[in-house]
């Protein structure tokens, strides 16, 4: 028996692999195959785009698959989201389909797109938008390079970004979020009438959100004389209980414990300062709390 899972094609791609990778999974592509390998027997890789995921997860022919929320809702899936995953092309955090129209142009609010044309890869989700204010205008399938098609191939875009530059380059503004969306792990509502696949998609969905978890953390460990250990402890978060291990030398004690990276930069010089050594900081693959 094995597990059918979707990795997402395209620009999802890499930071897909690269997660499973921190979470224990080897994942080998080849371009010239859609079947990609993958270091588990008991998983079967599937290269999809992103767009059509939600469809094959649905029919059955995936169990599970990765793809963007906002590909369930322009496709109308009937799929069961199973977690979030936040990672994406270029930052970590989610991502917006924005409304966007020239810069200082007459377009200010999503009213004035009435009898307007607009350009956007998420049809569906776009009619919806526009039925949701009251608002008649052309909806027309964009094939690419959206951004270019303002103002005289189309009047607005309803276009995906993460951190707005590109639309900024091609001389456009944000006028209105039409969806904020995310990367999910959907599945196939029969999953959950198979035991095996369902303990084996709650175990890798576990391996993936700590492989997400440890991003933002670190490992660090110091070496702190015993008189000075309740100093040491006391420069770290309050909710953070290290542990403490004995050295040879009775005088001393070893302590380890897992630190945001945010707080980190502050929190090492003060241990140099109250006369801790051997101080490390190392990354980490995974984290559960």
């Not at 997860?57 to 793809?67: A, H, K, N, P, Y």
């Not at 496709?75 to 129209?101: H, I, P």
């Not at 008189?227 to 403490?244: F, R, Y």
Request: with cysteine; proline share 3%.
């Amino acid at each position: 028996m094995k597990l059918r899972v979707g990795i997402p094609k395209g620009s999802l791609q890499d930071a897909t692999i690269d997660l499973f990778k921190n979470a224990g999974f080897k994942i080998t592509t080849s371009s010239r195959s859609y079947f990609p390998t993958i270091d588990d027997p008991e998983i079967e890789c599937m290269l999809i785009r992103a767009q059509e995921m939600a469809r094959y997860v649905e029919s059955g022919i995936l169990d599970i698959g990765i793809t963007g929320h906002d590909w369930v809702v322009e496709n109308g899936s009937d799929v069961v989201e199973m977690t979030e995953l936040q990672y994406a092309k270029v930052t970590f955090n989610k991502v917006r389909w924005v409304l966007a129209a020239k810069a200082g142009g007459d377009i200010r609010s999503v009213k004035d797109l009435e009898g307007k044309t607009i350009a956007t890869e998420v049809v569906n989700l776009s009619k919806k938008y526009l039925a949701d204010h009251g608002v008649s205008a052309k909806v027309e399938y964009s094939y690419g390079a959206t951004e270019v098609k303002v103002p005289h191939l189309a009047d607005a875009i309803i276009e995906i970004t993460e951190t707005g530059s590109s639309l900024k380059a091609n001389n456009l503004e944000i006028i209105d979020t039409v969806l904020e969306t995310t990367t999910v792990l959907i599945a196939n509502h029969k999953l959950k009438e198979d035991s095996w696949k369902m303990d084996k998609v709650e175990r890798l969905i576990m391996l993936l959100q700590s492989a997400l978890e440890s991003r933002n953390r670190v490992g660090v460990m110091f070496n702190v004389e015993q008189s000075k250990l309740e100093e040491a402890i006391k420069l770290l978060p309050p909710a953070k209980v290290p542990t403490v291990s004995n050295l040879m030398d009775k005088e001393w004690v070893d302590v380890f414990v897992v630190l945001r990276k945010s707080v980190v930069r502050d929190i090492i010089p003060a241990l140099k300062a109250l006369g801790a050594q051997s101080i490390v900081e190392f990354p980490l693959s995974k984290f559960i709390e």
